[in-house]
T-cell receptor, first 113, second 114 residues
Framework: AQSVAQPEDQVNVAEGNPLTVKCTYS??????LFWYVQYPNRGLQFLLK??????LVKGSYGFEAEFNKSQTSFHLKKPSALVSDSALYFC???????????FGKGTRLSVIA | DAGVIQSPRHEVTEMGQEVTLRCKPI?????LFWYRQTMMRGLELLIY????????DSGMPEDRFSAKMPNASFSTLKIQPSEPRDSAVYFC????????????FGEGSWLTVV
């Protein structure tokens, strides 16, 4: 069975500082990994995904994530945080083949001006 | 494309009433998903369809919940009778060629059962 953990419920960062939102996964095969963002009263929006290839994946709004197979992690990063990045961030994982995405519980990011 | 369209956006209903949530997936997408989001349980997959056929409904919480997809452009999630614990945000999402491709979410239906 696959699972994903987001160890932090809340991350606070000052505007302009780098941010990291952590995600670790557990699957018994090659993972497909995703990050989504949810702004208040909105649906989930796709940010980026890792399927194969380069371990560093670049996505929307200046976000990137690094796939680390040895540490089974897929942390989301951004070099310089904006107040508008404040939102709920979800990591998700699935195996190859047609299996459903499994979502983490989400991490609330607050960027303080 | 207009994206995944859900209606109603907000619904307040009394306990015992029937609730019907509606979804129009992105045109050409062959997978449709219904998720429920609550503070306590996070994001849960309720059911998903492939080419209008229900594939896995193991996430549907009770017999009070049912979902249909009569054609490629429309799906409903029905709760009958509704209970206060059904209060949640219900998301519809769709994707093309399965789970490896990106799943796109609607804006959600915010349900309150009083």
């Amino acid at each position: 069975a696959q699972s994903v953990a987001q160890p932090e419920d809340q991350v606070n960062v000052a505007e302009g500082n780098p941010l990291t939102v952590k995600c670790t996964y557990s699957v018994s095969g090659n993972p497909y990994l995703f990050w989504y963002v949810q702004y208040p009263n909105r649906g989930l929006q796709f940010l980026l995904k890792y399927i194969t290839g380069d371990n560093l994946v670049k996505g929307s709004y200046g976000f990137e994530a690094e796939f680390n197979k040895s540490q089974t992690s897929f942390h989301l990063k951004k070099p310089s945080a904006l107040v508008s990045d404040s939102a709920l961030y979800f990591c998700a994982v699935r195996l190859e083949g047609n299996t459903p995405l499994v979502f983490g519980k989400g991490t609330r990011l607050s960027v303080i001006a | 494309d207009a994206g995944v369209i859900q209606s109603p956006r907000h619904e307040v209903t009394e306990m015992g009433q029937e609730v019907t949530l509606r979804c129009k997936p992105i045109s050409g997408h062959d997978y449709l998903f219904w998720y429920r989001q609550t503070m306590m349980r996070g994001l849960e997959l309720l059911i998903y369809f492939n080419n209008n056929v229900p594939i896995d409904d193991s996430g549907m919480p009770e017999d009070r919940f049912s979902a249909k997809m009569p054609n490629a452009s429309f799906s409903t999630l029905k709760i009958q009778p509704s209970e206060p614990r059904d209060s949640a945000v219900y998301f519809c999402a769709s994707s093309f060629l399965g789970f490896g491709n990106t799943i796109y979410f609607g804006e959600g239906s915010w349900l309150t059962v009083v």
